[in-house]
């Protein structure tokens, strides 16, 4: 009985023993880890009227007076050499790193299966969006400094399709017209200002439409698979 009480006094000394151990190992990585500084390489790039952020990209897309790209690094050297490239007049985006975009103008949005896309201010006559999944949250963020007017994004015609279980958000914009074709098990939220929304949604996409997001005109299609409807509340 007694060296059965000693074996398991020294089972649970060596269970301790090794928690602690394992906690102080993590805590140094995870030290080190936050001891890596973010740094952002930027270089202003030629003009360009469309994004498309590739599978696993992370982009951030604001508007400015130039074309630039910062990607952002860990000061170490680490991450790879290249994640954007222009061809023609596209800005390619691919993973590995956080890329913020700067643009005087964009035409076209393209997601195909990106991991994450912000469009923290972007005004325009028309957009076009598109995205083969992945995620788009569009007017996100503002800085401290900005008065209402400049946090909000307007656009006369936005065309927006999605499919491939994309998620879009739309908020702090006034859209005069929106044109959205959601399928593929998709998700489109819309707080936002609308004039006009013409919708097509299908294929088991949700639609979430606030009261205060409304539009003075509505015109909505959907087939028998939709799970979830309008709501306006």
């Avoid at 060596?14 to 993590?26: E, G, Q, R, S």
């Avoid at 957009?127 to 909000?152: C, F, H, Q, W």
């Avoid at 006009?196 to 509505?218: C, F, G, H, I, Y």
């Amino acid at each position: 009985m007694k060296k059965s009480y000693i074996a398991l006094i020294a089972a649970v000394g060596f269970i301790v023993a090794a928690t602690l151990v394992f906690y102080i190992l993590n805590t140094k990585w995870y030290n080190s880890e936050e001891e890596k500084v973010q740094v952002l390489h930027s270089e202003q790039v030629e003009e360009f009227s469309t994004v498309v952020a590739l599978e696993g990209a992370d982009v951030h897309i604001e508007q400015a007076p130039a074309y630039t790209v910062a990607v952002e690094k860990i000061d170490d050297g680490s991450g790879p050499e290249k994640v954007f490239w222009l061809r023609n007049d596209t800005l390619y985006v691919d993973k590995g790193a956080r890329v913020y975009v700067n643009c005087v103008a964009l035409e076209n949005i393209v997601s195909e299966k990106s991991y994450w896309m912000g469009v923290h201010r972007l005004s325009a006559s028309r957009l076009n969006i598109s995205m083969n999944g992945g995620k788009l949250y569009y007017s996100v963020g503002e800085m401290p400094s900005d008065s209402l007017a400049d946090r909000t994004s307007v656009v006369d015609t936005l065309n927006v399709r999605l499919s491939g279980q994309a998620f879009f958000s739309l908020k702090r914009a006034r859209i005069g017209m929106m044109n959205l074709r959601n399928a593929g098990n998709s998700n489109a939220e819309l707080h936002a200002e609308i004039g006009k929304l013409d919708a097509m949604v299908v294929e088991q996409s949700k639609l979430w439409l606030p009261r205060q997001s409304t539009p003075n005109e509505l015109k909505l299609q959907k087939d028998s698979s939709v799970r979830l409807e309008i709501f306006n509340n």
